[in-house]
T-cell receptor
Framework: QQQVKQSPQSLIVQKGGISIINCAYE??????FPWYQQFPGKGPALLIA?????SEKKEGRFTISFNKSAKQFSLHIMDSQPGDSATYFC???????????FGGGTRLMVKP | GAGVSQSPSNKVTEKGKDVELRCDPI?????LYWYRQSLGQGLEFLIY????????KSGLPSDRFSAERTGGSVSTLTIQRTQQEDSAVYLC????????????FGPGTRLTVL
């Protein structure tokens, strides 16, 4: 049972453009929503995370938007750069267990 | 400081053989997780250790999979009688105790079962 659905599977953006990745979850017990960035041959690394008591969180060029009623959250990458080319995973967890439930991933390519 | 390390980085084995994968977490991280990443797929939770508590094994796909953590530090994931569908990258992560602390991932072990 896939509890976190992520789209699109792949995304091509021009340098300077905005990259948008969307996720939807089913389990209303989730209360922590991180995004991870993974480069080839490396483990995922935390990019930014949000809790459901806020609707938006911004860190530099990266913004998470969160819609609790719709059970959706998204990652926006402003001024996308070729160095942002990687696979991005949304995830979710809840206090009853720290394990992360991941979305299927989005492979982002930023063209120069 | 040193991050999470895993060994071996690559493992090729024959169907039916047993394999052991090792994870060295960040010093002081009492929480340790194993995940599996199949080709082109997301990460799938396998098992979670927190201090001296009984591990959460709810993600293990079959009884061929087991894991232990010795002395609250190093962990070993064992797969018995490997099958071709076990081929994947096995990732280990560690974090500080408590809820929703950042999980730091190792580089993974790529397992190929022929």
């Amino acid at each position: 049972q896939q509890q976190v659905k992520q789209s699109p599977q792949s995304l091509i953006v021009q340098k300077g453009g905005i990259s948008i990745i969307n996720c939807a979850y089913e389990n209303t017990a989730f209360d922590y929503f991180p995004w991870y960035q993974q480069f080839p041959g490396k483990g995922p690394a935390l990019l930014i995370a949000i809790r459901p008591d806020v609707s938006e969180k911004k860190e530099g060029r990266f913004t998470i938007s969160f819609n609790k009623s719709a059970k959706q959250f998204s990652l926006h990458i402003m001024d996308s750069q070729p160095g942002d080319s990687a696979t991005y995973f949304c995830a979710a967890s809840w206090n009853a267990g720290n394990m992360l439930t991941f979305g299927g991933g989005t492979r982002l390519m930023v063209k120069p | 400081g040193a991050g999470v390390s895993q060994s071996p980085s690559n493992k090729v084995t024959e169907k039916g053989k047993d394999v052991e994968l090792r994870c060295d977490p960040i010093s002081g991280h009492t929480a340790l997780y194993w995940y599996r990443q199949s080709l082109g797929q997301g990460l799938e939770f396998l098992i979670y250790f927190q201090g001296n508590s009984a591990p959460d094994k709810s993600g293990l796909p079959s009884d061929r999979f087991s894991a232990e953590r010795t002395g609250g530090s190093v962990s070993t994931l064992t797969i018995q009688r490997t099958q071709q569908e076990d081929s994947a990258v096995y990732l280990c992560a560690s974090s500080l105790p408590g809820f929703h602390n950042e999980q730091f991932f190792g580089p993974g072990t790529r397992l190929t079962v022929l």
